[in-house]
């Protein structure tokens, strides 16, 4: 599996980024997709996940700002980031968990400006 991550960006504080991740390869219906980010100085943390059937979860910090959403048929997952804030600058992983394995794709920067 490889996943190609895109729609990182610099935006002002309280706007808004959407971000994709394709999938390549099989997909199952145990699969479950996410998107993690890790600020500079700091670990890797969820932001949110999402299973094949649409069961969502998310960091308790972000609930009503971000959300997650998958297209099966895409094999794509996305990010609607609204009301962004300076804090919320980071590097953004999407993730693919597949029983206990893990993939991760490469990236993408997302700089929120005050």
């Known amino acids: 599996v490889q996943l190609q991550a895109s729609g990182g960006g610099l935006v002002q504080a309280g706007g808004s980024l959407r971000l994709s991740c394709a999938a390549s390869?099989?997909?199952?219906?145990?699969?479950?997709m996410g998107w993690y980010r890790q600020a500079p100085g700091k670990q890797r943390e969820l932001v949110a996940s999402?299973?094949?059937?649409?069961?969502?979860n998310y960091a308790d910090s972000l609930k009503g700002r971000f959300t997650i959403s998958r297209d099966n048929t895409k094999n794509t997952v996305y990010l609607q980031m609204n009301s962004l804030q300076p804090e919320d600058t980071a590097v953004y992983y999407c993730?693919?968990?597949?029983?206990?394995?893990?993939?991760w794709g490469q990236g993408t920067q997302v700089t929120v400006s005050s």
């Open positions: 993730n693919l968990k597949r029983r206990s394995q893990l993939y």
């Open positions: 390869g099989a997909i199952f219906s145990f699969d479950v």
């Open positions: 999402i299973t094949f059937g649409g069961t969502t």
